[in-house]
């Protein structure tokens, strides 16, 4: 495979690999918040479901 | 509240379809890996022919059970649970139909290239390229037919087991698609189009991540939806299962250089594989945990339900599985592990015991249900379990000692600082735990028996419910929320908007391990002696991919005193670079070949021919099936020049005169090895045909006495410079 513009080291981009680590952390953080603080009748509902057919 | 009650029918015949294939393959696969296991102690049953023989068998094996029994096994699961959790039939039956006669078209053309030598030489995507246009194509079908099928339903929420069929989906149709690039140069020969490390790297990301999302991810989700069902009681804990989904997916695409510690990929990228790994235990054990703990106040139950028992030991060996993984990317204790049967029973306690012993429980569960009667005898049921339990015991104990054993013999020096044992002497000290390994194969395969007769006799006894009725209110049009809602359900609700967060959450892993190595120059450092393979020797590395040499030799010295001692300078990034596909390997049955032609492992071109025709005529004791068909058979000459064209589109820097005069430089090379190998005539095991210079040996000949020697160049260059 042939590759023209190659980076020559990953001085200077090395915060994308940074940014894309602290969204991730940010978003499922969230998500671990919101599943927390989410109704309990909601979440047996929900749980239930494979039950009711 | 909608109070519009609609009737319709869940579709079984789908279900009985993709679950009869299970059992059929399930046996196929398992006879052809107890055949494969055997052949390691008795080489006499490789049967001296091509089809038969262990570098062709073991690709059938793990793709039979990969990809046909636990593939038919992922359907029959998902066709069953999905339209019970969304209250409605399969989008289309047309649909269903294609998709399951398409993926057993695809198991047969499979089992039939692989037995005639058509493969990529790449672990478990093997299947040459019609075949990965195809498996797109029903891939594609299944994710209409599943797709449509939750838009048309009757259950607003998605329940936690659909998030992972719909991950499933999104996830092995962009492994397969990365992977699966491949430059054709007949209709059954592809190059890859990645070349050594890089090769490694998206071929490890995928194997790992198949591991991930073909045996792990479909089977949590049928986990989620058969647990409660079979225990009567709702799964532990919701919560937790939505942080195991999120978590699981988002970590499991970084872990695949775990597979290649030590090896010559840059050492960031091992890293990274080893912390995800590290990260992994937490969401696995979380999801083992939930599937568990689903059981609390009902274990007395498992004593007396046969599918109970069954689950609660598939998930069990899913979490030691999933401990030992973490383990094992250690780079102290990889150290050890890789390259030997230790990584066999690892991947064998997942195999028989979480994918093998889940898929027994649904069966068990379903067909009574979907035949309205009774399991025909509890009793065998029993029997199975306990036997099947039995082997993966008798099977995985003796192979995590012979992984010890074998990684010790290989490490240990004498007083006086020399290796103590040959690699021979591994092998046959070893054979007696392989004997024990195929003793626990048929113990297993021998309880699957059971279950095929057990399920036969439900079947006579009991009557199909083709179309079972149901029925569930319309979905409203219009979501009424009562007070205040958190944005999750809001993703719940939303099949394409869950596709593409799990998409962008398995992407972000591949696509930063990915891109660095691609575009960043120092990571494969270029060496100038190496140079591209002649047509003879790129001829001879066909024949190498093509016999599955890969499935027992590495071609990776890791920078281990040990390895260096024994076969020679640790490898380079830059030895690689021409390598399309790279031939790693991850298993030493036999041993490491990258300095096969160099230094202390140089051997005669007579060694090789003889070897090649009957291995224990030089190394006694040896496991190493017989070649005869490689002495009758001529070099296919008319391709070579199309095999160097397409290497030359992919990079390869052979000049187009080069190209041309393919076939003749070809002849040339063959005539050296030979009269080489004329002169020691009187030395060697001739076949039928005797010694001729078209025969595929010696292109064999020519690739094995090619490996590592570009190094041996660089190496004169340096000592020539120092002398002066």
Known sequence: MKFINYLESISGVAVYPFLAMIIFGGVFLFAVWNVFFTRKDTINEQSRLPLED | ?724
């Not at chain 2, 073991?58 to 990969?66: D, K, L, M, Q």
């Not at chain 2, 059954?188 to 490694?200: L, N, R």
């Not at chain 2, 999302?213 to 409660?228: K, V």
């Not at chain 2, 970084?254 to 030590?262: K, N, T």
């Open chain 2, 1 to 724: 509240m909608n109070t519009n009650i609609e009737r319709f029918e869940y579709d079984n015949k789908i279900v009985k379809q993709f679950a009869y294939a299970t059992a059929l393959w399930g046996v196929v696969g398992m006879i052809a890996g107890l055949l494969a296991a055997l052949q390691l102690v008795y080489p006499a049953l490789n049967f001296d022919f091509s089809m038969t023989t262990f570098g062709r068998l073991r690709p059938i094996h793990t793709n039979a059970v990969i990809f046909a029994f636990v593939g038919n096994g992922i359907f029959m699961g998902v066709y069953y649970s999905l339209q019970r959790l969304m209250k409605a039939r399969m989008f289309s039956d047309t649909l269903s139909k294609i998709h399951f006669w398409g993926w057993q078209l695809i198991i047969v053309l499979a089992a039939i290239t692989l037995a005639l030598g058509m493969t990529t030489g790449k672990e478990y995507a093997e299947l040459e390229w019609p075949i990965d246009i195809l498996i797109t194509l029903v891939w594609v079908v299944f994710g209409i037919n599943m797709f449509g099928t939750i838009i048309k339903r009757r259950e607003r929420h998605l329940y936690v087991a659909i998030w992972f069929y719909i991950a499933t989906w999104v996830t092995v149709a962009m492994l397969h698609i990365v992977n699966s690039f491949e430059l054709p140069v007949t209709l059954f020969k592809s190059y890859s189009w990645y070349a050594g490390v890089q090769d490694a790297l998206v071929q490890w990301w995928y194997g790992h991540n198949a591991v991930a999302f073909f045996l792990t991810t479909p089977y949590l989700g049928i986990m989620y939806y058969f647990i409660p069902k079979a225990a009567n009681r709702p799964v532990y804990s919701y919560r937790l299962s939505i942080i195991h989904f999120w978590a699981l997916i988002f970590i499991y695409i970084w872990a695949g250089p775990h597979h290649l510690l030590y090896t010559s990929l840059p050492d960031w990228a091992q890293s990274l594989g080893t912390v995800f790994s590290i990260m992994l235990l937490a969401p696995s054990w979380g999801g083992m945990i939930n599937g568990l703990l689903t059981l609390r106040g009902a274990w007395d139950r498992v004593r007396d339900d046969v599918v109970l028992k069954f689950m609660v030991v598939a998930v069990t060996a899913y979490g030691m599985a999933t401990f030992e993984g973490p383990m094992l990317s250690l780079k102290s204790v990889n150290a050890i592990s890789h390259f030997t049967d230790w990584t066999i029973a690892h991947v064998h306690v997942g195999a028989l015991g979480w994918n093998g012993f889940l898929t027994f429980g649904v069966l068990y569960w379903l067909i009574p249900r979907m035949w309205q009667t009774k399991l025909a005898s509890k009793k065998l049921a029993n029997w199975h379990f306990w036997i099947g339990t039995l082997g993966i015991i008798v099977y995985a104990v003796p192979m995590y000692w012979a992984g010890w054993v074998q990684s010790t013999m290989w490490k240990e020096f004498t007083p006086e600082g020399q290796l103590k044992y040959q690699f021979l002497d591994t092998v046959t000290h070893l054979r007696p735990f392989y004997a024990l390994r195929a003793l626990g194969g048929l113990l297993f395969l021998t309880g699957v028996f059971m279950m095929v007769i057990n399920l036969v006799k439900t079947i006579k006894a009991g009557s199909f419910m083709a179309n079972e009725a149901a029925e569930a209110p319309a979905l409203a049009k219009k979501v009424e929320i009562h007070g205040k809602e958190h944005w999750h359900r809001w993703i719940e609700r939303k099949p394409i908007q869950m596709l593409i967060l799990s998409l962008v959450a398995v992407a972000i892993g591949g696509i930063l391990e990915m891109i660095p190595t691609f575009l960043i120059k120092e990571n494969i450092p270029t060496i100038e002696s190496v140079k591209p393979y002649t047509a003879l020797e790129l001829e001879g590395r066909d024949i190498y991919v093509r016999e599955g040499c890969y499935t027992c030799h590495s071609q990776m010295i890791r920078p281990f005193r040990s390895e260096t001692e024994r076969y020679g300078d640790y490898s380079k990034a830059g030895e690689f670079v021409y390598d399309h596909p790279f031939q790693w390997g991850s298993k030493r049955t036999g041993p490491d070949l990258a300095r096969e032609g160099t230094g202390r492992n140089k051997k005669m071109d007579s060694w090789h021919y003889n070897h090649l025709a009957d291995p224990t005529s030089m190394s006694p004791g040896s496991i190493m099936p017989k070649y005869p068909w490689l002495f009758t058979s001529d070099i296919k000459v008319e391709n070579t020049s199309k095999k160097l064209a397409a290497m030359q589109t992919l990079g390869v820097p052979y000049t187009d005169e080069y190209v041309a005069n393919g076939r003749d430089e070809l002849e040339k090379q063959a005539m050296v090895i030979y009269e080489s190998l004329k002169k020691d005539e009187a030395g060697l095991l001739l076949g039928e045909d005797g010694l001729s210079p078209n025969h595929e040996i010696i292109a064999l000949i020519a690739y094995l006495q090619r490996l590592g020697s570009d190094l041996e160049v660089e190496k004169n260059k340096e000592s020539n410079l120092s002398q002066k």
